[in-house]
């Protein structure tokens, strides 16, 4: 007799999966950025992105792909070990979308257009005001610091593009336990 997968266990499957996707594509537009476009300007990382999706359906849980999707891309691209801490713990700025995002939060991004964009741009640049701002705090400086921006905008874009996608997508953008509990509902409504 086949068990049904618990509450937790659903949780760490999908945060797992959703991270273990970033850090593979992470690594490899690391490698692609620094083998093949080696003389660009700018990248793009699906970190944000990643990081925007999970805080919508788990809440606090998107700091493991904020924090690890930092770590694949420095160890990709060869990052010196303070670069290890700009991008990992920079990106936890982020999360200080979370008390926005509220108990239903998630649901005004499925009536407004905008909204959603903006999440997914203000994810991906609170990220990168995170990492300029640590980088200060570590002493480099403020050009340097300024490149932790200037160079991931790109991302800022990417992330609202496929927010403003998912949104559109059933269960995608929605926070995990109503949209359980949501199907639970239509089966029991279907007789199932």
């Known amino acids: 007799m086949q068990r ?10 999908d945060v797992f999966f959703f991270t273990v996707l970033l850090c593979i594509c992470e690594s490899l537009i690391a490698l692609a950025a620094h083998r093949w476009f080696p003389g660009e300007l700018y990248t793009l990382s699906l970190t944000a992105t990643v990081t925007a999706l999970v805080m919508v359906r788990w809440g606090i849980w998107a700091a493991i792909p904020a924090v690890l999707g930092g770590m694949a891309f420095c160890l990709s691209s060869g990052a010196r070990a303070p670069h290890y801490l700009i991008y990992g713990v920079g990106n936890l700025l982020a999360l200080s979308l979370l008390p926005l995002l509220g108990k239903n939060g998630w649901q005004k991004m499925h009536e407004n257009v905008l909204l959603a964009l903006l999440y997914g741009f203000i994810t991906a640049v609170l990220m990168q005001v995170g990492r300029l701002l640590l980088a200060l705090l570590l002493g480099n400086p403020f050009p340097v610091c300024v490149g932790f921006v200037t160079t991931d905008v790109l991302s800022a874009f990417f992330a609202a593009l496929v927010i403003w996608i998912c949104r559109r997508l059933d269960g995608m953008l929605e926070e995990q336990t109503h949209y359980l509990k949501r199907i639970q509902k239509e089966k029991e409504n279907q007789g199932l």
């Open 4 to 13: 049904g997968m618990t509450f937790r266990q659903y949780r760490a499957m």
